[in-house]
């Protein structure tokens, strides 16, 4: 939704009308501070009426979770399918992967690509991404890297949040699946190239940017959920401030 990429989670994402407007102010967010988090998430012996003032801001509707699909994007191997299980399990909702649900339908994703080709892929890809996408209520749904090229998907995305995994190809040389993913198979080094050729499009989709070759998955499975938590939260805070400048600059009667 909302619309721009956006990369520092401190900042509330946009109008849900608008598109994003690309390319983002900063392409990638560091990772948080350890301490940050460790904040974030101690019990504070001692201070026990802490968690009951929480629970009630939730009660509210304070961190409510989007009534769509939050989206995860990224290079091939940055960990969108296992961190969005993560993710998905700790927000406690259902998890979506968009080259399984592919896998199911047309068969095994490299196979596809031998005897049908890249741009047949595509075509039926970016179609079961739309299926997905158009499910409502809060899930995790993780796309294959590729799926930003089309951009039907990239329009699509302007109306959920969408989290950007990135990378680095020394990482994914250790530790990915190479053989699963025909675009690498025969040249595992194509894999920085590919990223150069998809960068403005990742940027252009994303509302925040995780590093995952920078900390665990249970550190970034808490942090990207904790991001999903606030987003409704931030999205209605950045809707209110823009109406506000809106009327603020609107012309007077007489004017
Ligand atoms: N911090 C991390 N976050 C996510 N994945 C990681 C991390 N560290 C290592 N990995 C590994 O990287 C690989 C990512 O694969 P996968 O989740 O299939 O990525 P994608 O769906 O983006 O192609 C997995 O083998 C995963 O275990
Ligand atoms: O980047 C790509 O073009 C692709 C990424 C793969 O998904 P992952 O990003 O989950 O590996 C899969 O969709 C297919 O092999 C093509
Ligand atoms: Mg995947």
Redesign the pocket.
């Known amino acids: 939704m909302s619309g721009h990429r956006r990369v520092n989670r401190d900042a509330g994402p946009p109008a849900a009308t608008r598109p994003k407007p690309g390319p983002p102010t900063q392409p990638l967010r560091q990772i948080p501070a350890a301490e940050a988090e460790a904040a974030a998430s101690s019990s504070e012996p001692g201070q026990l009426r802490a968690p009951r003032r929480r629970r009630r801001r939730r009660g509210r509707g304070g961190s409510r979770l989007p009534e769509r699909a939050i989206v ?1 994007v ?11 299980k993560r993710v998905a399990r700790e927000l406690g909702i259902e998890f979506v ?1 968009t ?1 399984a649900v592919f896998v199911r339908k047309h068969g095994v994703i490299a196979e596809f690509f031998e005897r049908h080709g890249e741009a047949e892929f595509r075509r039926l890809e970016a179609e079961v991404i739309a299926e997905e996408l158009a499910v409502p209520g809060p899930r995790i749904v ?1 796309l ?2 590729g799926a930003v090229i089309a951009e039907q998907t990239r329009r699509l995305l302007r109306e959920h949040p969408v989290v950007l ?1 990135m ?1 680095t190809q020394e ?2 040389l250790r ?3 190479i053989a699963r ?1 025909p675009l690498l198979r025969d040249d595992p080094e194509a894999w920085g190239r590919i990223l150069e050729e998809r960068r403005g499009f990742y940027e252009e989709v994303a509302d925040v940017t995780y590093r ?6 249970e ?2 499975a808490r942090r990207v959920a904790q991001w999903a938590r606030g987003y409704e939260r931030q999205r209605r805070r950045a809707d209110g401030a823009r109406r506000h400048r809106d009327a603020a600059h609107e012309p007077s009667e007489g004017e």
């Open positions: 995860f990224g290079p091939m191997a940055a960990g969108k399918t296992s961190l969005g992967d080259d993780a294959g890297g995994l990378t990482a994914v530790t990915a699946n993913r995952t070759d920078r900390a665990t998955k550190q970034l």
